[in-house]
């Protein structure tokens, strides 16, 4: 019995292994938040919720990648929290081209909304979809998940 369970963990840990890795390749950008605390303190956040957050968006693939930013940045991002969404508003949106080359970084401010509002912290991630043709958080089931990289977690206390 115990060489029959060894013998499946040695088949078992180099397919997570392997699957990790795949995961990791379709993912070439690693994905920073901070909240702007002064946002926090405005009238937007009070009334309506509104907050600022800074993302950092970096380039880990050993090729040069491709993103789509917007005048407007909240149409390339999701979140992973119901109460939590990007700002995606604007009459106009104007879309450009970037070239990240490996290891480059790019930042932007997103503004996001908290709503319905909750008492007490509440925890998001906001998902990066480099090649938005649309406001992604707006038709979710529309962005190929495969192709959204994940931020850390942050955590809104009012």
């Not at 993103?67 to 991002?77: A, D, R, V």
């Not at 109460?83 to 604007?90: F, K, Q």
């Not at 909304?113 to 007490?120: A, D, E, V, W």
């Not at 906001?126 to 977690?153: H, I, M, T």
Request: hydrophobic share 40%; charged share 15%.
């Amino acid at each position: 019995m115990k060489k029959a369970f060894t013998c499946l963990l040695l088949l078992i840990v180099p397919y997570f292994a392997s699957a990790q890795q795949s995961t990791h390749q379709n993912h070439p950008f690693a994905v920073e938040l901070s909240i702007v605390t002064a946002s926090l303190h405005k009238e937007l956040f009070s009334r309506n919720g509104g907050f600022l957050v800074d993302a950092k968006i970096t380039n880990i693939s050993g090729e040069d990648q491709t993103i789509t930013q917007w005048s407007q940045p909240g149409w390339s991002w999701l979140s992973d929290n119901p109460v939590i969404s990007p700002d995606i508003s604007a009459l106009q949106n104007f879309p450009s081209t970037l070239v990240l080359k490996s290891s480059e970084v790019y930042r932007t401010r997103v503004w996001l909304y908290f709503y319905p509002r909750s008492q007490g912290p509440v925890s998001f991630r906001l998902g990066f979809f480099p090649r938005a043709k649309f406001p992604v958080s707006g038709r979710p089931n529309e962005v190929p998940r495969d192709q959204v990289s994940w931020s850390n977690a942050v955590t809104l206390t009012q």
